[in-house]
């Protein structure tokens, strides 16, 4: 009798030293963010990490979906699937099962077995996630594998979004926006976990392929870490901290950068985004490099790192290049300004010139008075008016480029608008003297070149009478003698 | 005359590579904000960084000191003086010399070696740089010792402060705040340094003492480092472009954390920090831990890194603490919390006092009219005056608790002023009731803690009739029938 009680007595030293369900039920509540109430899809591989958490969530009354996913990639798959399903049998929960060929996934889509195993993971587990309309799905990540994880970041050379490793609750993530993934074992060391295992009698089974250090994980596993230990014992705690800590810096980081950008950033599509190069160099260095970096994760979300010289080559680019430079960035992408605006585009001819008028390369003919669409909602509008002498000076002076007013004297019965093409001249408004070269004014008045090419004229016969936007041909301006006028105006659909 | 003329294009080509003076003036004047014009003070062990360093700052036209300490440890130390001594005299600079016994140093003040040393050389370089008016003190580190210490600090589990590195300008430092410590050579490779001290013909002197790894950076550079590259043979480019990149994040977060600050701090002085807590919770977390960490620092400047574990405990404090608890924080600090005021402190009982009156325990008499002083810049004045029957009602109930009115009908000869005794007991204004405990209205109204037992009480005899700051006693508020009264106030001077 006494003996028992001291058993007893150490069975539950033992139990809290070992995995504290209390600390547990509140990492799952705050951190992971989880209720009772709603099912969650837990991704069980059948070792100790993922029998563990089955374990723990099941005491803790989480009403569970046990998913399993068969790699096919080793002999003893098929017995861990039983392991697992038997794990989800004895508690009376769900169990769903899939076999992949993940070797031959691999193969099709030129990934490492480890990523292609992850994809193909991850696909699953969302798709029985939708399927059972699951709060969540949980995932049994250790703070071991948090800090190989940031180890591997580490030695990529990955900033802070990396370095902070992973997240207790990941969400939106990269599968789903509603469904998070939590990892509820994150601060949990393995040690902890396999002491766990044997308290409770649960017999997971060991992946040999742990063992085998030509994956990289394994190698920082079984070799750098061990190193580690012999510079510092404390460090596998000191990463984990360092994590968590620097998490909280990234969030806030984030957070000032998405404020930063809705300044900063001019224009955006899948085939360029444009930032206003002013307010970019006034922010702090720090959020310079994350805006820079953001905008090249729009374009290329593929990326995984932005590395250090691409955003090095876009401030240089903004510090260094001439006015009409064009530098190759990255996969594709190029760097170019237009006035205030830097672009980090696919091509300059594929942006989108939805916020400026273009025509194709056609003439059109428009009746007075007459209506024509251009491309992106924009319209020109002729009208005959007569002239009204007492406001002459406020039309001639009129601030607004997109309306104009022409002299009719001659009676025009037809405008012309078109493109311009070459050895076209324009003599604007105002400049009472020799003509200019178009495409020079266009260069003065900063039109950007990408759209110079197909920017609408009004023209009679061949002469550009106004250039919407900008102005009309000096010859064509109203005088005290002007009694009738043609009255034009671009209009853009909002 | 051909051979001649490839061997200098050859030349011109490694020196290229090697080490770019262009690049490197670059540096000097917009990474270390120097300028030719006012002299640096240069340290120079002798090693090949330092005199590279030496070298490529002389050519580039910076007028320069040459400082030398010979730490006294080996045997070579005044061969490596010599050296150091003929490479300033060759160029006509200036060269000053001291001897320290770093071992003796050490040993006096419990330190290692590599500290000792690091501090004596650096009081050594500052002391010399204020003599000879130097705008800075150029340091020979490069990127290796970068990357050396972006290891030792992520051994070691710190935050983004130690993972960024040093700086190439540092300033204002520990030393001193006007003297910039620049590190030129910081995104220089020891290798390329290597290949310049050959083609200069510098003749650097080997400290063999880099090889003895019981050392620890010097285990991290023959241990760690190479094994490193067996995962990634771009680490040390890596790593270095990682320091950059949190250089930069650092920088930001530090900015937005002195805002935080200015909005948060309620109190501050050696004693103690004050924190107000509704503030620092709607913070974003990481702005919270840094928040945590700088009144630390404040606490106690010599704490090298506010580890994880204390900055939680902060926040635990916060969240779950109860109203009066008190807890250990770490190196003799205590947590505690008055109102909405969360204090980081050395002793409750050593904390300013200075915006609260507060009296000793000593019982003094006041005449009427009278006027007597408090520590810190608070006094009370008495005097009589006649009740204003048409103003009473503003009288009685007047919002100011800095004043106050009693009834004088029993003509008061003299009041006494003390600090709180045991049993003292409390009728206060419009409670016309029984009397509290003093100590427990103390705690009704929220009165600090340590600032209670020296709270002045303005008394008749043994009754407490008024609590400057609070209230008077009920028993001797003004009725209709008043016509005499004391008018009692509290000032603070400014």
């Known amino acids: 009798m006494k003996y028992f009680f001291i058993t007893t007595f150490l069975f539950h030293a033992i139990i809290t030293i070992v995995l504290d369900l209390d600390h547990l039920s509140h990492i799952l509540q705050q951190d992971c963010r989880l209720n009772t109430t709603r099912l969650v899809l837990i991704g069980v591989s059948g070792g100790p990490d993922s029998l563990s958490l089955l374990d723990v969530m099941h005491r803790l009354g989480y009403p569970l979906v046990v998913a399993h996913l068969n790699h096919g990639l080793r002999a003893e798959a098929g017995e861990e699937a039983l392991v697992v399903r038997e794990s989800a049998r004895v508690r009376g929960l769900g169990f769903v099962l899939e076999e992949a060929d993940i070797a031959g996934y691999a193969r099709e889509h030129t990934l490492s077995i480890e990523e292609a195993a992850r994809k193909v993971r991850y696909q699953f587990l969302f798709e029985q996630a939708r399927k059972c309309k699951a709060q ?99 460090i596998k705690s000191n990463l984990w901290h360092m994590s968590q800590i620097l998490a909280g810096d990234d969030q806030v980081l984030e957070t000032y950068t998405r404020i930063a950008w809705r300044g900063c950033c001019l224009e ?74 830097l672009w980090i585009a696919n091509w300059e001819s594929e942006l989108p010139a939805g916020n400026a008028p273009q025509i194709p390369n056609i003439t059109i003919n428009i009746a007075i008075p007459g209506f024509i669409d251009l491309p ?86 061949d002469e550009v009478v106004w250039i919407p936007g900008y102005r009309i041909s000096h010859p064509f301006r109203l005088t005290p003698s002007s009694t009738r006028a043609v009255y034009l105006r671009l209009i853009k659909e909002h």
């Not at 020109?380 to 008016?385: D, F, K, N």
């Not at 009676?411 to 009472?432: A, K």
């Open 136 to 234: 969540a799905i949980a995932v049994a990540h250790t703070a071991d594998d948090q800090i190989e994880t940031v180890l591997m970041h580490m030695l990529r050379g990955a900033g802070l979004s990396g370095l902070k490793g992973m997240n207790f609750h990941f969400q939106p993530n990269p599968w789903d926006s509603e469904i998070a993934l939590v990892r509820p074992l994150l601060g949990i060391f393995r040690d902890e976990i396999l002491s766990y295992c044997s308290e409770r009698n649960l017999s997971p089974v060991f992946d040999r392929s742990n063992l085998d250090t030509t994956y990289f994980r394994n190698r920082i596993r079984n070799e750098l870490i061990p190193l580690l230990l012999t510079y510092n014992a404390g």
């Open 268 to 341: 955006q599509s899948d085939q360029g985004v444009a930032l206003e190069i002013n307010n970019l160099i006034t922010q702090p260095m720090g959020i310079q490099q994350r805006l820079i970096r953001l905008a090249i994760s729009i374009l290329r979300p593929g990326l995984r790192d932005i590395d250090y010289a691409g955003v090095g080559k876009v401030l240089e680019f903004i510090q260094r290049a001439k006015r009409n430079a064009h530098w190759d960035l990255a996969d594709g992408l190029s760097l170019f300004r237009e006035g205030d605006a």
């Open 376 to 461: 992106g909602g924009w319209h020109i509008q002729a009208e005959r008016v007569a002239v009204d002498h007492d406001a002459i000076d406020q039309v001639v002076n009129n601030p607004d480029p997109n309306q104009a007013w022409i002299d009719n004297s001659q009676d025009i019965r037809e405008l012309i608008i078109r493109s311009s093409q070459p050895g076209d001249r324009f003599l604007p408004f105002g400049l009472d003297g020799h003509s200019v070269k178009l495409s020079d004014y266009f260069i003065n008045v900063k039109v950007p070149r990408r759209l110079r090419s197909n920017w609408p004229l009004i023209c009679v016969g």
